[in-house]
């Protein structure tokens, strides 16, 4: 099945600047990925997904970009404001005929003014 | 707001002890999803209904069952409770049970003692 990770549990960035998290995959054949942001103490929230038939999706603030070759996917977001601050998912379907999403386990991103 | 309703928001209870999640998707949503979160496994897929009928296990313990009613609500029910039973549970709904975004709930967060 497929397994997602991100590659730092912290971001720290400076207010205004631009914040990009990563995230790799395992499963070649997987063909759809979510960004997902979590506020404290509330549920996960959509924030833009991409199929595997595109390289790059761009959203209000956000792109996310997809390099199938290295199984890397990246999201972008841009003049990084203090309601950014949250743990940032990106999440895939396992695969193999599985259900669900499978989670990475997530970057805190810390905004300093 | 994602349209999804999730009660109670809080639960404590002892171990040994059975509970019940209630989740309502968002109008029109078919699919209902339930999720496990705690910090040592992070955001897990539980279980997945589609108009009123199991779709598909994810990592389910026997203790815990749910059901999806004719009016699309669903719960989720645990059993035998353990104290490693405490997390965080969410639900998410989407249109239908296909690779959609799945919106998610605010959660009920489970105390165990």
């Known amino acids: 099945g497929e397994s997602v990770g991100l590659h730092l549990p912290t971001l720290s960035v400076q207010e205004g600047d631009n914040s990009i998290i990563n995230c790799a995959y395992s499963?070649?054949?997987?063909?759809?990925f979510i960004w997902y942001k979590q506020e404290s103490g509330k549920g996960p929230q959509f924030i833009i997904d991409?199929?595997?038939?595109?390289d790059k999706r761009q959203g209000q603030r956000v792109t996310v970009l997809l390099n199938k070759t290295v199984k890397h996917l990246s999201l972008q977001i841009a003049a990084t404001q203090p309601g950014d601050s949250a743990v940032y998912f990106c999440a895939a379907p396992p695969g193999g005929g599985a259900d669900g999403l499978t989670f990475g386990k997530g970057t805190h991103l810390i905004i300093q003014p | 707001d994602s349209g999804v309703t999730q009660t109670p928001k809080h639960l404590i209870t002892a171990t040994g002890q059975r509970v019940t999640l209630r989740c309502s998707p968002r109008s029109g949503d078919l699919s209902v999803y339930w999720y496990q979160q705690s910090l040592d496994q992070g955001l897990q897929f539980l279980i997945h209904y589609y108009n009123g009928e199991e779709r598909a296990k994810g990592n389910i313990l026997e203790r815990f069952s749910a059901q999806q009613f004719p009016d699309l609500h669903s719960e989720l029910n645990l059993s035998s409770l353990e104290l490693g039973d405490s997390a965080l549970y969410f639900c998410?709904?989407?249109?239908?049970?296909?690779?959609?975004?799945?919106?998610f709930g605010p959660g009920t967060r489970l105390t165990v003692l």
């Open positions: 998410a709904s989407s249109v239908d049970g296909s690779y959609n975004e799945q919106f």
């Open positions: 499963n070649s054949a997987s063909d759809y």
């Open positions: 991409i199929r595997s038939n595109m």
